[in-house]
């Protein structure tokens, strides 16, 4: 976990690799989303070993379904874990829902991003991911806008890659993490 992959994949790359483990190799989307999870958890737990407070920025995408997958199993570990949800739940997957589902069951509650963020030990950017291709507006903007507010004194973990990216040319559609 020390250093970095040297490999870095297009989007459509990226799909096609999920694809690829899903059906060749018959892994459901949601434990590949569990898999995800536990290894962003692997990544706080060895870039900020005393954080004790997560702070997470969830979309409606499967990026926000890794985020909660994240959550669920930083709550199992007592992390503690506030979770802040962009987007309707209605725009979700069956597997991000069924995610998010499982964070409700256990008792925590998901906040409505509303304009601020918490004081915390690491945010967790798992708000929009590598299916951006539009300029990010309302909502989803002030989130982006809150997370970089944060920046200077809060670690920043960006799932796949930071909101506002553009997942194959690194360009900033609007406002970026």
């Not at 199992?76 to 991000?96: C, H, L, N, P, W």
């Not at 409700?104 to 915390?120: C, M, N, Q, Y």
Request: charged share 20%.
């Amino acid at each position: 976990m020390s250093t970095l992959p040297h490999e870095l994949y297009t989007a459509e790359q990226t799909r096609e690799l999920e694809r690829i483990v899903t059906g060749q190799h018959n892994i459901s989307s949601a434990t590949l989303m569990a898999r995800a999870g536990g290894a962003a958890l692997d990544c706080i737990k060895c870039h900020w070993p005393q954080a004790e407070r997560i702070f997470l920025v969830c979309g409606t995408g499967n990026n926000g379904g890794d985020g909660f997958e994240l959550a669920r199993q930083a709550i199992a570990e007592e992390y503690r874990v506030s979770i802040f949800q962009v987007g309707d739940e209605k725009e979700m997957s069956e597997e991000t829902f069924a995610a998010r589902e499982a964070i409700l069951a256990s008792g925590v509650e998901i906040h409505r991003f509303e304009d601020k963020l918490p004081t915390t030990d690491v945010i967790v950017d798992a708000l929009l991911g590598i299916g951006l291709s539009r300029e990010v507006s309302g909502y989803h903007a002030l989130a982006v806008n809150a997370i970089n507010e944060h920046t200077k004194r809060i670690p920043v973990l960006a799932l796949d890659i930071p909101s506002g990216l553009h997942a194959n040319t690194g360009r900033a559609l609007g406002t970026a993490a």
